[in-house]
């Protein structure tokens, strides 16, 4: 069992950068690939990022590539998302999540790969 906690969202301008940060509980929690989800208001959840349990090997959506930076530290049992450049269409609720999910295919569509959920974070961009 892991439990899921984000913390880092808020309001941002357009252009601007925030850093969300996901605490997990467990001792298992570098054997789970970690990943990055939102859901906008009226959308379907939609995958962000993802990063293998070693942190060797990440993923993005085409939307974020470029922008977005996922990274990992297993000694802290933490997955952040570096946001840069956020534009107003990344406004959503973001999720963390945790599983056995190992490639591209598995994140990009339900059930993601991921078998844990936290309750996520409000990033609000404004134009």
């Known amino acids: 069992q892991v439990q899921l906690v984000e913390s880092g969202g808020g309001l941002v301008q357009a252009g601007g950068s925030l850093r969300l940060s996901c605490a997990a509980s467990?001792?298992?929690?570098?054997?789970?690939?970690m990943g990055w989800f939102r859901q906008a208001p009226g959308k379907e959840r939609e995958f962000v990022a993802a990063i293998s349990w070693s942190g060797g090997s990440t993923y993005y959506a085409d939307s974020v590539k470029g922008r977005f930076t996922i990274s990992r530290d297993n000694a802290k049992n933490t997955v952040y998302l570096q946001m840069n450049s956020l534009k107003p269409e990344d406004t959503a609720v973001y999720y963390c999540a945790a599983g056995y999910g190992t490639n591209y295919s598995d994140y990009a569509s339900p059930p993601y790969g991921m078998d844990y959920w936290g309750k996520g974070t409000l990033v609000t961009v404004s134009s």
């Open positions: 467990g001792r298992t929690f570098s054997s789970y690939a």
